[in-house]
């Protein structure tokens, strides 16, 4: 018969405080979502006074958090850096950018908005007055963009068209045919394969293997994919990699033509004063916290139970503040240290960008590598060109250890590149190869097409077409 017994045992172990996961969730909160989560932590804490951004009409409450000290903080000991790692103690006192918190600066907080995007209607009622000069042609292109649906696929039956407008098919399908590689590519197409290849020919792409691919997607329906790969005549490389292309392709290109959201403000500045780089949060999104102690003084007056439910809520304010001030002191810390790695950028623009990891600016820190991972990942920074994505300045590069090249100073080489084109010369990608290769870079063909195609460039077959069409229209 087994004994029942009582046993203690002492472990070891690590528990996240209530405090410290509270810390962690404002970490990874653009500013103007902390001010939402400020809003809502307010409604429960009648002690916590929140105000507006300093940019945000009707904020008449004193910015308490714009200029905070960071050096009388106590902050929780997971998310507190290891100075030995970042400065020395003395240096602490010394470093501009945690001596003032912002930066005091004339420079503009805002930036003119951006004009809206163009409609599909628009931008495709631009296009073919670019295409077609002739009053035929545009009649007929005009037909084929009120025939076109949703989904950017015609609704309407051709020779039903070439009923309504009197046109021969064949006026009909020269002009839907050119129409086909418009952009967004595969617009204009009666059927899922023809939008399909004509995106394929955007990037010139199309070959027997894809025709062949697109004139069998039942049997890719289906999943009869070793008949398939035979069909095409493919490797099973070449198939996996040509199922990943088909896969990249928009079987609704007509659907994405909804209007971006808005450009959010930067939660922070990066600028270059005598050629250092001040990092400065953004006072026109930061939200003001405070405790009112007003409120407080008065509740300890009270009977004891409304005096200990005023300390319990002073005490979570007081812990709310001190997350809002580590979270702001990590921005700081982390944007500093990229902001010296990639000094070149700041200076010469995106080609002196330079491969930068989490890991590394986790080791510079003293953070947690997920900690960096919080705070870079959804925030906007101003800086001397533009404001940009703070994980933009993480890229892996090419090249040996010594002298690498990150992966988006590559892309806006080939950006300038292909802008640089002539009509007599449109470079294929092998041709865009080799010149980054003689100027130091070591990249292969597909990873120039790789990122060709990230960046939105068609290919050279589509290059040379525009050209030809610009020297139509200007003739």
Not at 72 to 91: M, R
Not at 235 to 250: N, V
Not at 403 to 413: H, L, P, V, W, Y
Request: glycine share 6%.
């Amino acid at each position: 018969m087994a004994r029942l017994s009582l046993q203690a045992r002492q472990t070891a172990g690590l528990v996240m405080t209530a405090e410290l996961q509270q810390a962690i969730g404002l970490l990874q909160l653009s500013n103007h979502e902390l001010l939402a989560e400020l809003s809502l932590l307010a409604e429960a804490n009648p002690l916590l006074l929140v105000s507006p951004p300093a940019g945000e009409a009707g904020s008449t409450e004193p910015d308490t958090m714009a200029h905070p000290d960071w050096r009388d903080s106590d902050l929780p000991g997971d998310l507190e850096p290891d100075a030995s790692d970042w400065h020395d103690a003395a240096s602490w006192d010394d470093d501009p950018i945690l001596r003032h918190g912002v930066y005091d600066s004339d420079e503009p907080t805002s930036r003119e908005p951006s004009a809206p995007a163009p409609t599909r209607l628009e931008q495709f009622l631009w296009q073919i007055n670019k295409a077609f000069t002739q009053p035929a042609e545009r009649h007929i292109a005009l037909t084929l963009l009120d025939a076109m649906d949703e989904s950017g696929r015609l609704d309407t039956p051709i020779p039903d068209l070439a009923a309504f407008t009197g046109a021969a098919l064949e006026s009909i399908e020269q002009v839907r045919n050119i129409m086909l590689l418009f952009e967004p590519a595969g617009c204009f197409a009666t059927s899922l394969a023809e939008c399909l290849a004509a995106q394929f020919k955007a990037r010139n792409r199309h070959d027997p293997a894809v025709a062949t691919l697109l004139g069998h997607l039942d049997w890719l329906a289906r999943g009869e994919h070793e008949r398939l790969q035979k069909a095409c005549g493919l490797d099973s490389q070449d198939y996996a990699e040509l199922l990943q292309e088909l896969r990249s392709c928009d079987p609704r290109p007509g659907a994405g033509f909804d209007p971006p959201p808005p450009e959010p403000a930067p939660d922070l500045f990066i600028h270059l004063v005598e050629g250092e780089p001040i990092v400065a949060l953004n006072e026109a999104t930061w939200p003001g916290l405070s405790i009112d102690e007003r409120l407080y003084r008065r509740l300890q007056t009270a009977d004891r139970e409304a005096r200990g439910w005023a300390q319990e809520k002073k005490q979570e304010a007081q812990n709310l503040l001190r997350a809002v001030e580590q979270r702001a002191r990590s921005l700081l810390l982390i944007c500093t240290a990229i902001a010296r790695h990639q000094i070149l950028f700041l200076h010469n623009g995106i080609d002196a960008l330079r491969p930068l990891t989490l890991t590394r600016i986790a080791e510079v820190t003293g953070l947690h590598e997920s900690t960096v991972s919080r705070v870079t990942a959804t925030r906007m920074i101003g800086t001397p060109h533009g404001v940009i994505p703070l994980r933009r300045f993480f890229s892996t590069g090419l090249g040996d250890e010594t002298d690498q090249t990150s992966a988006e100073a590559i892309k806006n080489r080939i950006r300038q590149v292909v802008s640089a084109e002539t009509a007599e010369a449109i470079l294929s990608d092998e041709a865009i190869t080799l010149m980054l290769q003689r100027g130091g870079i070591a990249i292969q063909r597909r990873t120039v097409a790789k990122y060709r195609e990230a960046l939105g460039i068609a290919g050279s077959a589509q290059r040379r077409r525009d050209f030809r069409m610009k020297a139509r229209m200007a003739s």
